[in-house]
């Protein structure tokens, strides 16, 4: 069974900075993709950043393109998410997912099937 626990998250004034981690549990985390999503109150959950099972690649939304950074530790079984530049539309939950596959294609929801516990993030203005 995996499992992934988040921390990181708080409480941010705009333009501030937070890193979050995503621990997994399982030998095999070296084989899969992980990414990054998050949901504001009222909102779909949506994907916001994403990297293959090597590093070699990352992917991100275009709303966090240039403020956010992705990578892992494959060492210790864990993804993180930088997060510079923080606006107050940066407000949310933020989840931790481990992908089907090695690389991300679609950035959605269905090419990721576990799941972390959510961490809030709150950028106040």
């Known amino acids: 069974q995996v499992q992934l626990v988040v921390s990181g998250g708080g409480l941010v004034q705009a333009g501030g900075s937070l890193r979050l981690s995503c621990a997994a549990s399982?030998?095999?985390?070296?084989?899969?993709?992980m990414g990054w999503f998050r949901q504001a109150p009222g909102k779909e959950r949506e994907f916001v950043a994403g990297?293959?099972?090597?590093?070699?690649?990352?992917y991100y939304a275009n709303s966090v393109k240039g403020r956010f950074t992705i990578s892992r530790d494959n060492a210790k079984n864990t993804v993180y998410l930088q997060m510079n530049s923080l606006k107050p539309e940066d407000t949310a939950v933020y989840y931790c997912?481990?992908?089907?596959?090695?690389?991300?294609?679609?950035?959605?929801?269905?090419?990721?099937?576990?799941w972390g516990q959510g961490t809030q993030v709150t950028v106040s203005s």
């Open positions: 997912a481990r992908g089907k596959y090695g690389s991300i294609t679609y950035y959605s929801r269905s090419e990721f099937d576990y």
């Open positions: 399982g030998p095999t985390f070296r084989s899969y993709s």
């Open positions: 990297i293959s099972w090597s590093g070699g690649n990352t």
